[in-house]
């Protein structure tokens, strides 16, 4: 991302839209150039930015968008894309979460001008340590950043520029060109899985299940509910590991206290982050009844 802004000569003075409620990477890449984020509180549904909140954020200074296709459910990026257009802005998917995903019969990561996939190990499609992508359309957009992350040379010993090295490493790329013919099987399996926990926890209203939604390749299957620290000590309980994707949000971060922003500034995104509850959903995982099943205990013998 931060190759992906540098590209774009995004940088001191300008602005980038993003989601208040994302992983911190997404924001840290923006100040990494010298930009300033501007967080958007996501839809509670669908936990993602959406045209709706992105456009009274935009300004003079609004140089970029940058959605976020977050636990692996695509933005609506035919409106955000329009609404780019229509204020001359550049749109940036980070599509770190959502690799392989498709959203109007394109995929996630082909929509912007150009776009970051993550391939960290626990991703849909993850390497063997870290790897990433950046993918354009632009054959300008694709000199520099070859370019820049070169140490911004695209001619042996010859610098335009200051670049850094972030060549993606060939073995990871190998591996990863294997691993690709199977990321359709891999989410078709996520996808089943999910079913399956939709399905076993659809009775308990104290539980906000993820939207339902056929691009969702549910990179992480996130459910909601108030008692959530009493729920994850419970399933712990009964060794079943469970995350909370993120407890703090980025702007309650030390790091961003520079910001100065307060408890309740983004309270839908300060709420996903008191009751999120990450259960486990990976290629290959046999236990979603036991999890259901655990999960219904839970519920039935505490009151809430
Ligand atoms: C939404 C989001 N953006 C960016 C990143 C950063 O990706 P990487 O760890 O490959 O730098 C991650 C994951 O780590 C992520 O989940």
């Known amino acids: 991302m931060v190759l992906s802004l540098r590209a774009l000569s995004i940088g001191a003075g300008d602005e980038v839209i993003v989601p208040a409620n994302t992983y911190i990477a997404t924001w840290n890449a923006i100040c990494m150039v010298g930009a300033v984020p501007v967080p958007v509180e996501p839809d509670p549904v669908t936990m993602n ?3 709706r909140s992105i456009a009274p954020a935009i ?3 609004t140089k970029a968008i940058l959605p976020v296709h977050l636990y692996g459910l695509p933005c ?3 409106e955000i894309m329009a609404l780019a257009q229509q204020h001359h802005l550049y749109v940036i998917e980070d599509n770190a979460q959502s690799a392989g995903a498709t959203i109007d ?4 990561g082909s929509w912007g001008h150009i776009n970051a996939t993550s391939f960290y190990p626990t991703k849909n499609l993850g390497a063997l340590g870290d790897a990433g992508l950046i993918t354009t359309d632009d054959a300008a957009l694709n000199a520099r950043v070859r370019s820049l992350r070169n140490y911004g040379s695209s001619q042996r010993y010859i610098n335009q520029e200051i670049g850094i090295n972030s060549r993606l490493d060939e073995l990871q790329a190998a591996l990863l060109r294997v691993k690709l013919r199977k990321l359709d099987l891999w989410i078709a399996e996520r996808k089943k899985l999910a079913g399956q926990y939709m399905e076993g926890l659809k009775d308990i209203h104290a539980i906000t299940l993820p939207v339902s939604d056929d691009h969702h390749t549910y990179h992480l299957f996130v459910i909601r509910c108030k008692e959530r620290d009493a729920l994850a000590a419970h399933l712990g309980a009964h060794q079943i590991s469970t995350l909370i994707h993120y407890p703090v949000p980025p702007h309650l971060q030390e790091a961003y206290q520079f910001m100065q922003f307060r408890h ?7 709420e996903i982050a008191d009751t999120c509850l990450s259960l486990p959903l990976y290629y290959g995982f046999q236990q ?3 999890v259901v099943e655990s999960i219904c205990s839970f519920y039935t013998h505490t009151k809430h």
């Not at 019969?105 to 996630?108: A, D, V, Y």
């Not at 309740?264 to 995104?269: H, N, V, W």
């Open 105 to 108: 019969g394109r995929k996630t």
């Open 59 to 61: 300004n003079a200074k």
């Open 49 to 51: 930015i959406d045209a």
């Open 76 to 78: 609506p990026m035919s």
């Open 288 to 290: 979603v009844d036991e």
């Open 264 to 270: 309740g500034d983004f309270p839908i995104t300060e």
